[in-house]
């Protein structure tokens, strides 16, 4: 549920033989080049011109200033030393590199010179035969988003959320690609957002299990209050989920209406469309937290009659077992001279008025329900 660990560079080893990397980077050649570099392409009129096996980032950016296009290079976890060269090389602001090496940041949109810095936190559902007390149902992740007049940089932590097949299919569309960077910026904010869909249609399924089982009724001799540690999971999944969708509202509403120099105006209508979509999720992700809340809320207040009922039942035969008590102590004094001790009759009488009684409490507890 909570952001994935992400390694430092004491076990950079072992991650990078699980991330593939392109050929080409050699960071003997040079300081720009990073082996947390997973591709690096320059674009023109919409189309890959030149790819990794033929140049670092640095050469990818001398040639789209001196040709035209953009270039876009992904990374996936880099160290501070893996990100310094191409830092120095794009001129990114220092604030903004410690952001994007550390992660853990909250959803934001900032402008350093001629620079957007965006951070997306990326949602994934975590599918699971049955959801218990323990489940875990979302992970998270993070994507930096680096734009400037002529590159986009993007930085990926976690181990979901992989752009690779987003380029593909930008890659697909070079009538939306020759927008340069700002429609990369747009196709990854719609990319995280039609995740945040999915998901909360997932979890809206997981929500509807838990509420059915809260109004069910319950099997004979089953006690309620047993949903309570799944719901209250639930809601710290979705708290998490929030965490992700509500502090993106306010990026997303200035990408589609303020006018930025880095943005193309034709881009800027599909980030309209990108803060509806955004504006939906998180009205559901509300909804959400409200209706646990009330299920939840249901869930006590169900453990509480139950555990009422149950009162009024040992209630209701610690009174009828006082009956007997009473008479049975007061002909257990052993006094010499009381009444009917050495009367024939005098043990059935006893018993006749204790059976009486006791049937006739039985009788009246169970006619006002509490037997």
């Keep these: ?40 392409a320059v674009y023109r009129d919409g189309r890959r011109v030149l790819g990794p096996a033929c140049l670092t980032p640095r050469e990818a950016i001398r040639r789209v200033r001196e040709d035209g296009g953009f270039v876009w290079i992904g990374l996936h976890e880099p160290t501070e030393a893996e ?82 097949g987003l380029r593909h299919r930008l890659q697909d569309d070079p009538e939306l690609l020759s927008k340069g960077p700002s429609a990369v910026l747009h196709s990854i904010a719609d990319h995280v957002v039609d995740g945040y869909i999915a998901v909360a249609a997932a979890m809206q399924d997981d929500i509807d299990e838990v509420e059915s089982d809260v109004f069910a009724a319950p099997a004979k001799g089953s006690a309620r209050g047993g949903d309570a540690g799944r719901i209250y999971q639930l809601k710290r999944e979705v708290l998490e989920f929030k965490r992700a969708v509500s502090p993106l509202l306010r990026p997303m509403e200035l990408l589609s209406e303020r006018p930025m120099r880095l943005v193309d105006p034709d881009i800027q209508k599909y980030f309209r469309d990108v803060a509806d979509h955004l504006a939906r999720v998180h009205e559901q992700v509300v909804g959400f937290d409200e209706l646990l809340n009330s299920i939840l809320q249901a869930n006590l207040a169900q453990a509480t009659v139950a555990q009422n009922e149950d009162m009024r039942k040992i209630t209701s035969w610690a009174a009828i077992i006082a009956v007997p008590t009473m008479i049975c102590g007061v002909y257990g004094m052993n006094f010499d001279h009381m009444p009917e001790l050495r009367w024939e009759y005098g043990y059935p009488m006893v018993m006749a008025t204790i059976f009486g009684a006791c049937f006739t409490i039985h009788r009246a507890l169970r006619r006002h329900g509490w037997l």
């Design 1 to 40: 549920m909570s952001m994935l660990p992400y390694l430092r560079a004491a076990v950079r080893p072992s991650l990078r033989k699980s991330t593939p990397v392109q050929p080409g980077y050699d960071a003997t050649r040079d300081p720009s080049a990073s082996s947390a570099v997973v591709d690096c």
């Design 83 to 164: 990100f310094a060269g191409i830092a120095a090389t794009f001129g990114l602001h220092p604030l903004a590199v410690e952001d994007a090496v550390h992660a853990h940041q909250r959803p934001k949109l900032e402008r350093y010179d001629d620079t957007l810095f965006t951070v997306f936190k990326t949602i994934h559902y975590v599918e699971h035969a049955e959801l218990t007390a323990t489940s875990e149902v979302v992970e998270t992740g993070e994507v930096m988003c680096f734009t400037g007049p002529d590159f986009v940089i993007t930085v990926r932590h976690g181990g979901q959320g992989s752009l690779k």
